[in-house]
């Protein structure tokens, strides 16, 4: 009876975490999107209107629009313009959360020089095998600045927490793609030639770009 009683519990505990990991796996909890406080909105309203080019005079100029919220044209001028470009994670994911397709399936996370990103991705009920499931996949990537030009290295992509061997990955695991790509012309040769500076910490995203 004992032996009995120890096997049986034995089974119960299997059938547990197999159910726990198959609701992890395949039916994985959706993302609580971010929301910000009112002084985390109007910061990130700022830098918006400002990478949009309106309401970036300073006080002291007529304002860019009329009393009732009528754009007025303005001569074009780069003095005084800030190149750089800052974003918090959780401005990020926020503006993220904005588009109501991705709120609950996409999630950024910002740590030294790694951008990470987790996506769920809802899959058709005619797919194979996984049919009306849900795939999470969750991908690295290092990002940084060094001897004068970006770095951008994937570091891995993991399907339900397996990761991809580098083969399926075309080979591109750690890889710096602007080293690789960015002597021809594209993408990337544009991207690094117009990048001065480019660096992650903990929580931060922070870019200068070149005149």
Not at 75 to 92: C, H, M, P, V, W
Not at 147 to 160: A, H, N, Q, T, W
Request: aromatic content about 8%.
């Amino acid at each position: 009876m004992q032996v009995l009683g120890m096997v049986f519990a034995s089974m119960c505990l299997a059938i547990v975490a197999t159910a726990l990991v198959i609701k992890s796996l395949f039916f994985p909890v959706p993302f609580t999107p971010v929301e910000l406080t009112p002084k985390e909105s109007q910061r990130l309203t700022a830098k918006l209107e400002r990478l949009e080019g309106f309401k970036q005079q300073p006080a002291s100029k007529k304002s860019a629009y009329t009393k009732d919220d009528t754009l007025l044209a303005e001569q074009y001028s780069e003095a005084g313009a800030s190149r750089d470009i800052n974003f918090t994670e959780r401005e990020l994911n926020a503006m993220i959360a904005k588009n109501t397709d991705l709120a609950n399936k996409v999630a950024i996370d910002l740590a030294q020089n790694t951008v990470s990103i987790k996506l769920l991705i809802p899959l058709d009920a005619d797919f194979p095998v996984l049919g009306g499931k849900t795939l999470k996949v969750n991908a690295g990537a290092e990002l940084a600045y060094r001897e004068g030009r970006p770095v951008i290295k994937l570091k891995g992509v993991s399907l339900m927490g397996v990761p991809m061997p580098n083969a399926w990955l075309g080979g591109m695991k750690n890889r710096d793609l602007i080293n690789e790509f960015g002597a021809d012309e594209g993408f990337w040769k544009t991207f690094a030639d117009g990048v001065e500076a480019i660096s992650v910490v903990e929580g931060f995203l922070k870019i200068r770009l070149k005149e």
